[in-house]
T-cell receptor, first 116, second 111 residues
Framework: AQKVTQAQTEISVVEKEDVTLDCVYE???????LFWYKQPPSGELVFLIR??????QNEISGRYSWNFQKSTSSFNFTITASQVVDSAVYFC?????????????FGTGTRLQVFP | DAGITQSPRHKVTETGTPVTLRCHQT?????MYWYRQDPGHGLRLIHY???????DKGEVSDGYSVSRSKTEDFLLTLESATSSQTSVYFC??????????FGDGTRLSIL
């Protein structure tokens, strides 16, 4: 069975602090995708990143970075120098790689509050 | 956004009434999905579609049905709404292995 665990329910930081959101996954598939989505207070879901299980290279996009480690089944997300606008719920998700559809399995989310 | 419109955006209804939520896309994507979001559960897949008239069940399909008679529309129906179906419902679309993009959600309250 596939499962995604986000053990941190809520994190509070002060602006400019670095923060890491943890994501641990379980799957029997040898090929899979990992995702992060952001849900700001306005409620929409915003796609941030997708990672293929073949590619363990870390990725950086501005203040965001992602650390994928197959050995520990983790796909952690770090925000450097956090800002108030980063306040949101962040979801980690997992899907298989099929020719039909890639159904997403979501974690329960981590609420990040960044205070000025 | 990725050309996804959900309607209505908010709805309050009573137990036992039928409810239909609509997802409309302008992207001509093949795949469409319905999820529900509940505290402590994240998002869970209800049903999905891989083409016109081609649908299948997700993780939490009991009490829900779907239909897709046109590429652009995916309807989610609660035949007889129950209070446990109070939730926020999200539609998503994708194409050819690309990441799913989500609509803005429908907040449904069943009293």
């Amino acid at each position: 069975a596939q499962k995604v665990t986000q053990a941190q329910t809520e994190i509070s930081v002060v602006e400019k602090e670095d923060v890491t959101l943890d994501c641990v996954y379980e799957t029997r598939d040898t090929t899979y995708y990992l995702f992060w989505y952001k849900q700001p207070p306005s409620g929409e879901l915003v796609f941030l990143i997708r990672r293929n299980s073949f590619d363990e290279q870390n990725e950086i996009s501005g203040r965001y970075s992602w650390n994928f480690q197959k050995s520990t089944s983790s796909f952690n997300f770090t925000i450097t120098a956090s800002q108030v606008v980063d306040s949101a719920v962040y979801f980690c998700a997992l899907s298989g790689v099929t020719t039909n559809t890639d159904k997403l399995i979501f974690g329960t989310g981590t609420r990040l509050q960044v205070f000025p | 956004d990725a050309g996804i419109t959900q309607s209505p955006r908010h709805k309050v209804t009573e137990t036992g009434t039928p409810v239909t939520l609509r997802c409309h896309q302008t992207e001509n994507h093949r795949y469409m999905y319905w999820y529900r979001q509940d505290p402590g559960h994240g998002l869970r897949l209800i049903h999905y579609s891989y083409g016109v008239k081609d649908t299948d069940k997700g993780e939490v399909s009991d009490g829900y049905s779907v239909s897709r008679s046109k590429t652009e529309d995916f309807l989610l129906t609660l035949e007889s709404a129950t209070s446990s179906q109070t939730s926020v419902y999200f539609c998503a679309i994708s194409e050819g292995g690309q990441p799913q993009h989500f609509g803005d959600g429908t907040r449904l309250s069943i009293l």
